[in-house]
């Protein structure tokens, strides 16, 4: 039942304005006894040429109460809607039950195309702390908009080009027989890396070291391209071990040197359209608001970061015609991104344009506030290692708090790093985030191990209920009309609607938000109500609403990219 839907029927009916408008104002009240929906009749007093009180009286007047809605007030210049109870918490609870996993999903996105490109890591690197937010959040986005059907390609942009892997290259030349590529080579190529830009603040004849390697590159030497591609096999196994582990999905590794061969259409197309400008030797396409220009090409006569970015989003309009292109980076790229979307305008594709958006996030920040960087004295935080922290420290609580449970390990995994993606995705994305080992695993706070934990509880009662799950469906529902009964179940209710707007918003918080106040008030209502009562119908309704929490906390959490063990 979409009750914003409902009643918006009901105003159009009197007013004739648009379903899909009305909608849009329909608000939830803070206190439930102002009813569960309220209109803001101001919203059409322009449209309507009247006082927003005098909308809500002949509103009031003109809309039928039914089984639905049952009563209506007038409180000021709003309209207080209030639904009728039975049919809420029958209707919601049918649902959740009769679709189980597939409850909240939606077909708004079929035949739409969203491409996200995140992650992206600048290869021979080992992954890092600073690759942590691009790649959670693009994975919660990536499955947020699968489950609301659209059609999702999900783009790993690697850095696989330039002068940053072109040294590392010259350096391997050098100084390959030092280092040992057995174990964990990606660890010997880091050390060369950062051994060869020491080397280079002090001696510029290095840097022509690597760009010899780079003319090598680009000239497809054979000897210089078979190191190149090893090198990207290396860094690759290094982030696949972390992409398993986080349960990242990517339908595309093409970097940028993909675009290599690309980049010609691009400045002939920016040369067509007269907007490629010589500037101190470089050229570049000038932007409007005093933004700086984008540089095409360097005074070098190189192409560059930009070049690239644009070849990739004229291939991404050929291929994936896409309805939104989504680039999940750090702040720092903001000018970036602004610049390419607007060049991209100026070419005349202003229609893809305006549906490209930078998906910018907060920084990670200790316990202390500090900023936290890739490096900790001298060392090198990479995400498997903190992501085995995680791990580890969890294998510690569950041995503690339940010493007999048989999958310790597995349990412990999901535990880990579902408390690293939920801490990453709990806030308001732009908001930095801190990173805190007592917060992030605080199986009482709000948490993905409590949230688990919420999880797990609803299963267990399940068991212990001894009741057929199937005939659940059957239960009387109106047993549920208590406070904390109806207040889990209108949330229960409002699942989709979460999905929805953190997807327009491109917000996964809002669904964490959303499941820890399921949590929340499923365990007010568990506190409030014995479950397993003697009463054999009431026992039956509580068991039931109790597994259509358990089912929207576990869809919920795998839509952030969070596993749920069954016990823990
Ligand atoms: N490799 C870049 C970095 O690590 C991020 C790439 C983002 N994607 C893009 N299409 N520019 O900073």
Redesign the pocket.
């Known amino acids: 039942m979409n009750y914003k839907e409902e009643i918006a029927k009901k105003i159009n009916a009197v007013t004739n304005v648009a379903i899909s408008e009305l909608e849009e104002y329909i608000e939830i009240p803070p206190n439930p006894e102002m009813g569960d929906y309220a209109f803001p009749c101001f919203k059409l007093a322009k449209e309507l040429r009247k006082a927003p009180p005098a909308i809500a009286t002949e509103l009031k007047e003109n809309i039928v109460v039914d089984g639905v809605i049952e009563k209506i007030e007038v409180a000021g210049g709003y309209l207080n809607f209030f639904v009728n109870k039975s049919t809420l918490v029958v209707e919601v609870l049918k649902e959740v039950l009769a679709k189980g996993e597939d409850y909240g999903k939606s077909d708004i996105g079929n035949g739409k195309t969203i491409v996200i ?1 995140y992650s ?3 290869i021979a690197k080992p992954f890092h702390i600073g690759h942590l937010r691009t790649t959670v959040i693009g994975g919660a986005l990536y499955k947020m908009y699968k489950f609301l059907g659209y059609h999702v390609v999900g783009i790993n ?3 696989d080009w330039g002068m940053g892997i072109s040294k590392t290259i010259a350096g391997y030349e050098m100084w390959k027989e030092e280092y040992s590529f057995d174990e964990n080579p990606i660890m010997s190529i880091l050390a060369i890396y950062v051994r060869f830009n020491k080397l280079e603040k002090e001696d510029p004849s290095y840097t022509d070291k690597a760009r010899d390697v780079l003319i090598r590159l680009e000239n497809k030497d054979e000897e210089t391209t078979k190191l190149w591609r090893w090198i990207i096999e290396i860094s690759l196994e290094n982030y696949q071990k972390v992409y398993d582990l986080l349960g990242s999905e990517f339908d595309s590794y093409n970097g ?1 040197a993909f675009y290599n061969d690309k980049m010609d259409r691009v400045i002939k197309e920016l040369e067509e359209k007269n907007l490629l400008v010589d500037s101190e030797g470089a050229k570049v396409v000038e932007m409007p608001d005093n933004m700086p220009p984008c540089i095409i090409i360097t005074s070098a006569g190189t192409t560059i ?1 930009a070049t690239r ?1 644009l070849a ?1 989003l004229l291939y991404r309009i050929d291929n994936y015609d896409f309805s939104k292109a989504l ?1 999940v ?2 702040s720092e ?1 903001s000018l ?1 991104f602004k610049q390419v979307f607007k060049t991209l305008e100026l070419m005349g594709y202003e229609k893809y344009a305006k549906n490209c958006e930078h998906i910018s996030f907060g920084l990670i920040l200790d316990e202390n506030g500090e900023k936290i960087g890739s490096r900790k004295g001298g060392h090198l935080l990479t995400l498997e290692e903190i992501l085995n922290e995680s791990i580890e420290k969890s294998r510690k609580i569950i041995e503690e708090k339940n010493p007999e449970l048989d999958n310790k390990e597995e349990v412990a995994k999901m535990v880990g790093v579902g408390a690293i993606i939920f801490n990453d995705l709990s806030n308001n994305r732009v908001k930095d985030e801190i990173f805190d080992w007592n917060q992030i695993l605080n199986f009482a706070g709000e948490t993905g191990p409590y949230l688990q934990y919420t999880y797990v509880r609803t299963q267990s009662i399940l068991r212990n209920a001894g009741i057929e799950e199937k005939s659940l469906l059957e239960a009387d529902f109106t047993k549920l009309l208590d406070k904390e009964g109806i207040d889990v179940i209108k949330l229960l209710g409002s699942f989709e609607t979460a999905v929805v707007n953190a997807t327009n918003k491109n917000e996964p918080s809002i669904i964490s938000r959303y499941l820890i106040d399921v949590a929340q008030s499923f365990s007010r209502f568990y506190n409030e109500h014995q479950i397993i009562c003697e009463e054999e119908e009431t026992k039956k309704a509580r068991v039931a609403l109790t597994k259509a929490v358990g089912t929207v906390v576990k869809t919920g959490l795998s839509i952030l990219g969070i596993k749920t063990p069954e016990k823990m």
Do not use: R, T
Request: glycine share 12%.
């Open positions: 490109d992206s890591p600048n942009h690697l850095g940028e970061y970015d990739a680039y980076v750090g790229q970036h």
